[in-house]
């Protein structure tokens, strides 16, 4: 059984388990479905530890709007949560992250998506809960013309911390994709940012942007933000 709901129920995408592993999961939209409704992905409420593993598929042609939700009501000690993501030929999503799970959990989370040729990914991100939050996202632009965009807003209050280590890599020709990170600290909290721009070789006409902000609001308070830029080609924009 999914540690998840998925709303509303539609036969225009396909949830099934790993037949080799009984904690991962594929949802699926196959090709041509333009899903204007968006999807929520709530995780279950639960005192209990927490792994698993989701693959989204968006299939050539197709759109959709995911929202992921972890709400007060997860008091769950340890989450490992793992989530790939593949956009296919010109085909679009745009993915939701509302994250407020109790303020007890420890989250360790690894994020990644391929983007292929026309298509786009767009992940959006609000965390404020949770007591420590261990977040490693990696958006590939594989094809052509690929575009990826990543936002990341955060709150660390009392004594929570929160470390984001997210990269964006541009493999194929002429992708784009912004990255912003904002990120305010009070009392005790403690926010670690570190963004990544990583322009292959092969990504010749690459048009990038990485944004970090932070806000103190407490003298207590520790928060760094580390950007970080590595080019592999002279064809960049």
């Not at 936002?151 to 992708?175: M, P």
């Amino acid at each position: 059984t999914p540690p998840f709901t998925i709303e509303p129920i539609s036969d225009r995408y396909i949830l099934s388990q790993n037949p080799k592993d009984e904690y991962s999961f594929i949802l699926r939209l196959p090709k041509n479905e333009q899903i204007e409704e968006p999807i929520y992905l709530k995780i279950k409420p639960t005192t209990d530890d927490l792994r698993f593993k989701l693959k989204v598929e968006i299939d050539d042609g197709s759109s959709a709007v995911m929202i992921e939700e972890w709400s007060g009501d997860i008091n769950s000690e340890n989450v490992d949560f793992e989530l790939q993501i593949e956009v296919k030929a010109s085909a679009h999503l745009k993915y939701v992250i509302l994250h407020a799970a109790s303020a007890q959990t420890t989250v360790k989370e690894l994020r990644t998506s391929e983007v292929h040729a026309d298509g786009n990914c767009e992940i959006m991100s609000y965390y404020f809960g949770s007591k420590k939050i261990e977040s490693q996202l990696l958006q590939k632009a594989v094809g052509h013309a690929a575009e990826i965009n990543s936002d990341v807003i955060t709150r660390s209050a009392n004594e929570q911390d929160l470390n984001f280590v997210w990269e964006h890599q541009f493999i194929g020709k002429n992708a784009q994709g912004q990255m912003h990170m904002k990120a305010v600290a009070q009392d005790k909290g403690m926010v670690k940012l570190e963004g990544m721009i990583n322009i292959a070789a092969t990504g010749g006409g690459a048009n990038s942007f990485l944004q970090q902000e932070t806000l103190n609001l407490s003298p207590t308070t520790v928060v760094k933000a580390t950007p970080g830029l590595q080019i592999d080609t002279n064809d960049v924009k």
